[in-house]
């Protein structure tokens, strides 16, 4: 198979298997599984924190094992691979590896940079597997299953320790102040009241004086903990109660799906408005400009239509979570200006891609963790959050007529 499919069909399989079968491991692929940084080997690399998920070999430092396992992938190829642990001189990792030399094995493509890998354990060491390569997809499973990888890259599901789906977990002080909140909360809170929340639990706990980079993950990180708390919360009754019939609970899972996807997006615009306001920058939400409607502009509309040099004097910005499929969208936006700035999470995408969104004059504003996802020569085409502030506070006002 020679590229990536641009969507997947099989979505109601994985969901299938994932509730026949209680787990599901999902990671982002980055640049070091696909070998595009320079290290030695490929193979997709596996959290140490959930090893009893893939391997009955624990992590022992100081020698290297392995465990075999059947992969059975959504291109119809099976795999007899193995998952390494690598304990020996500086190495401590574990790695699926082996897939049958297959030449050109399409999820080890270039093209597969930023994809999410999924693997479902059917049965002990044998696994399903998917790439998941749309956008789309991708924020299905995400929203279904309620699990976020922005922060570090992979997430878990898992019914025989309901501790491991929670995708962050917080230091003590944020899991306790969000305890302390929840039972305070009558219904969801809109939005904005959710993001003032997170901040002020990252506030008390982290205190203020995080990178930007850093502290724009730990709001998303704290917002999503958040979520999660609330969700369960307000729904525990109508969970635990059972359900009149199947009408009754697909409409709360509808419910609490859509509440999922709407607020993904708007909250993070919000992360990053508040990431302005700590560097007091001025700025507009929203602004209508050319009949276009970008997420963000700096330092205002006004400024847009009365600058002589908008590209010195003024800063497009798009926030999107993720970029892959929706960087197009940004094309349009502000006629006026020639270059316009993405602010996204998304975790690595192929080098063609990198390319293309340069060439289209859209520079990738990535927060410092999320770049260590993308090929070396690739981070040089996108700047981090802290640079991109540095930008906005040398842009160079209107000169007065």
Known sequence: MSEIRAELPQLDEIASLIERHGNAYFKVISANDLGLTGSHQKGFY????????????????????????SVD?????????????????????YRLTRFNRIRGFYALLPEALGSVLCLIRVRDARFRAFVISSDDDIEYLASSFGFNLALRGWAILDATNPEQDRETQAQACQSSRIAEL????????????????????????????????????SL???????????????????????????????ILAQTITQRRKSRAGRSLELHVESILRDAQLEFQSQPQLDGTQPDLILPSATAYYEASDPDRQVMVVAVKTTCR????????????VSVRY???????????????????????????????AYASEDRERMISVSEFLEMARGLRPQQPG
């Open 342 to 372: 993405l602010l996204t999470l998304q975790r690595g995408i192929s080098s063609s891609q990198m390319r293309a969104i340069a060439d289209a004059g859209i520079q990738l504003v990535v927060p410092q963790p999320l770049q260590e």
């Open 182 to 217: 929840v039972p305070r909360l009558g219904q969801f809170p809109d939005t904005r009241q959710m993001s003032l929340l997170a901040q002020q639990v990252v506030d008390d706990c982290r205190g203020t004086e995080q990178s930007p980079d850093a502290r724009i993950l």
């Open 46 to 69: 596996l959290s140490k924190m959930c090893w009893e998920y893939f391997t009955p070999q624990p992590p022992v430092n100081g020698i290297n094992s392995e465990y075999s396992v």
């Open 73 to 93: 992938w959504d291109n119809g190829q099976s795999t007899a691979s193995a998952v390494k642990w690598y304990g020996r001189e500086t190495r401590s990792e």
């Open 220 to 250: 998303v990180a704290a917002e999503y903990e958040l979520f999660r708390a609330i969700e369960g919360e307000l729904h525990r009754e109508q969970i635990t109660g059972g359900f009149e019939g199947v009408d009754e609970f697909l």
């Open 325 to 336: 499929d929706r960087w197009r969208q940004v094309l349009e936006e502000a006629p006026r």
